[in-house]
């Protein structure tokens, strides 16, 4: 059988759109840790999990 491959995280545009976020707020929340997320060098991650937890998004609301 094969199983879908789900994304582990989210770029910062797809949470910001999920939300309807402007992206001034959205990078605030993220720099207060309002948000959570994983830097990579200069790449920002949004963790999926915490995320669809946090904003209360049902699975396979999204797809990616």
Same mark, same amino acid.
């Given at each position: 059988?094969? /199983?879908?491959?789900? #994304?582990?995280?989210?770029?910062?545009?797809?949470?910001?759109?999920? *939300?309807?976020?402007?992206?001034?707020? $959205?990078? /605030?929340?993220?720099? #207060?840790?309002?948000?959570?997320?994983?830097?990579?060098?200069?790449? *920002?991650?949004?963790?999926?999990?915490? $995320?669809? /937890?946090?904003?209360?998004?049902?699975?396979?609301?999204?797809?990616?």
């Amino acid at each position: 059988t094969t /199983e879908k491959c789900q #994304r582990l995280t989210y770029s910062p545009k797809e949470a910001m759109e999920m *939300i309807t976020a402007s992206k001034n707020w $959205f990078y /605030e929340a993220v720099k #207060r840790g309002d948000i959570p997320s994983v830097k990579i060098g200069n790449k *920002i991650l949004i963790p999926r999990k915490s $995320f669809d /937890e946090m904003f209360e998004i049902s699975p396979g609301s999204h797809q990616g």
